[in-house]
């Protein structure tokens, strides 16, 4: 059982960066798998980001490609996503995820693939 809390989000303008956190507790953090979802008002749940369990091996959707980072602190039990070049269409509510099982890009894609989801964190970017 894993426990996720997002944190970070925020009011930030067109251009400008933000950090999200994504804290867990329980077992065997090392052994899961992770991702990065958002959601906009009146829109599906998108895939953002997934990474390993190791961290060395990440996924992107093409919309963030050379824009956003994806890592994972083993020993702080905590994955984040650093977000720069922020536009307004990034805003939305942004959720982690989690999961024993790395699978292909497909699979990680997939919010079905996913046991465990935090509670989301908004990210608001004016323009």
């Known amino acids: 059982q894993v426990q996720l809390v997002e ?5 930030v303008q067109a251009g400008g960066s933000l950090r999200l956190s994504c804290a867990a507790s329980g077992r065997s ?3 899961y798998a992770m991702g990065w979802f958002r959601q906009a008002p ?6 953002v980001m997934a990474i390993s369990w190791s961290g060395g091996t990440t996924y992107y959707a093409d919309f963030v490609k050379g824009r956003f980072t994806i890592s994972k602190d ?4 905590t994955m984040y996503l650093q977000m ?6 990034d805003t939305a509510e942004y959720y982690c995820a989690a999961d024993r099982w790395f699978a292909t890009m497909a699979g990680m894609s997939s919010s079905a693939h996913y046991d465990y989801w935090g ?5 608001t970017v004016s323009s």
Do not use: M
């Open 7 to 11: 944190s970070g989000g925020g009011l």
């Open 29 to 31: 953090f090392s052994s």
């Open 42 to 47: 009146g829109k599906e749940r998108e895939f």
């Open 74 to 77: 083993n020993v702080k039990n």
């Open 84 to 89: 720069n070049s922020l536009k307004p269409e």
């Open 119 to 123: 509670q989301g964190t908004q990210v």
